[in-house]
């Protein structure tokens, strides 16, 4: 597995942010049941930056938590059974790693979040970093539904690795 960890922001995040991003998207693999090595970039930056991106893509002009790029297209969220059909289109040809996509997360709102929200630090970047693994395996949240079945698994996940609220 490949995951590419930018930190390109002045402000300091205190804590082993690579360590929780490795095992969030670990353990959501795991409970996708991913069967192919990944390859996935984490750029952290600041709230400039990801307003510029999210104007860019989104035309939202404010920043955001987070952001994510997936590169592959799911006939449905989770479903990696026929890949292996494309694999010119989503995998790296010098390593056969599944190219998942990136995800770009502010800093400053993970330090805000977490306070606003009372919990830690930790408890927001695992909670970005398995938000943003669940957009990059296909799954969204624009209806009740769809936003409902996100969350359980959000929650599955921080739970599996026991970073609670």
């Known amino acids: 597995m490949t995951i590419n ?30 069967p192919y090595q990944v390859e996935l970039s984490v750029v952290l930056t600041d709230n400039e930056t990801i307003k510029e991106i999210n104007k860019m893509y989104r035309s939202i002009d404010k920043p955001t938590d987070v ?26 040809p010098e390593t056969g790693e599944l190219i998942l996509g990136d995800i770009i997360l502010s800093v400053e709102k993970v330090i805000d979040q977490a306070e606003e929200y009372g919990h ?33 698994k959000q929650e599955n996940i921080l739970e599996e690795l026991r970073i609670r609220r």
């Not at 592959?72 to 790296?92: C, I, K, P, R, T």
């Not at 398995?130 to 769809?146: I, N, P, Q, V």
Request: charged residues 30%.
């Open 67 to 92: 952001l994510s790029f997936p590169m592959v297209d799911y006939d449905e969220a989770g479903d990696f059974s026929d890949l292996d059909d494309y694999f010119h289109d989503y995998f790296n």
């Open 120 to 152: 830690s630090l930790v408890r927001e970047l695992g909670f970005l970093i398995a938000h943003s693994m669940l957009h990059l395996f296909g799954y969204d949240h624009m209806d009740k539904e769809t936003s409902m079945v996100m969350e359980s």
């Open 5 to 34: 960890i930018e930190y390109e922001s002045d402000i300091i995040l205190d804590l082993d942010y690579e360590d929780i991003i490795v095992k969030v998207v670990n353990k959501a693999l795991e409970l996708e049941k991913c």
